[in-house]
């Protein structure tokens, strides 16, 4: 029962526009979400979060936008740039003490030049 | 600030060995860690949650015999994969909750395990 989805294996985009990861959920208890960046062989890079009071949170080139009745969030990566390119996770949590996160099925993104 | 340390980076062993996998939160104290597999090209699969001086808590499907996991301390959590076999070759990730203004979570630089 894969909790977190998302649903484009693979994105590519044109260096200087906008990339727009997307990522859906089914667990109505899930109050907060993460994005992280991922390349081989390496662990997870933290890039921004979201909770569930929110619709919209920013930072620099990122943006996370949160429709809870839809269950769907996306990132949007503004402009994007080759170094960008890498496989894009979202993770959704219960708020608790011991709470644990729940991985998307991930979304490579490719920035040509 | 917030920094997971994950040792080894690699390491190929043979069929039938241990391998213990060592995650240290430098900065902070983790009361919880999270230890998941990955496979190629898929997601990353939470395999156990491990508390500070209590036993961990394993996801369906995971042997706990298999997959010994320790956290006797607030800085380091350990998973041994026992009596390995060529089909735990994986990378495996720990994961170390922190909390401040908002909780996150950070990551180790992953585990490749090669079984021979």
């Known amino acids: 029962d894969q909790q977190v989805k998302q649903n484009s294996p693979s994105l590519s985009v044109q260096e200087g526009r906008i990339s727009i990861l997307n990522c859906d959920y089914t667990?109505?208890?899930?109050?907060?979400f993460l994005w992280y960046k991922k390349y081989p062989a390496e662990g997870p890079t933290f890039l921004i979060s979201i909770s569930s009071i929110k619709d919209k949170n920013e930072d620099g080139r990122f943006t996370v936008f949160l429709n809870k009745s839809a269950k769907h969030l996306s990132l949007h990566i503004v402009p994007s740039q080759p170094g960008d390119s890498a496989v894009y996770f979202c993770a959704a949590s219960i708020t608790g003490t011991a709470s644990k996160l729940t991985f998307g099925t991930g979304t490579r993104l490719q920035v040509t030049l | 600030g917030a920094v997971v340390s994950q040792h080894p980076s690699w390491v190929i062993c043979k069929s039938g060995t241990s391998v213990k996998i060592e995650c240290r939160s430098l900065?902070?104290?983790?009361?919880?860690m999270f230890w998941y597999r990955q496979f190629p090209k898929q997601s990353l699969m939470l395999m156990a949650t491990?508390?500070?001086?209590?036993?961990?808590?394993?996801e369906q499907g995971v042997e706990k015999d298999k997959f010994l996991i320790n956290h006797a301390s607030l800085t380091l959590s350990t998973l041994t994969v026992t009596s390995a076999h060529p089909e735990d070759s994986s990378f495996y990730i720990c994961?170390?909750?922190?909390?401040?203004?908002?909780?996150?979570?950070?990551f180790g630089s992953g585990t490749r395990l090669t079984v021979v």
């Open positions: 994961s170390a909750r922190y909390t401040g203004r908002f909780y996150g979570y950070t």
């Open positions: 491990s508390n500070e001086g209590s036993k961990a808590t394993y």
């Open positions: 900065d902070f104290q983790a009361t919880t």
């Open positions: 667990n109505s208890m899930f109050d907060y």
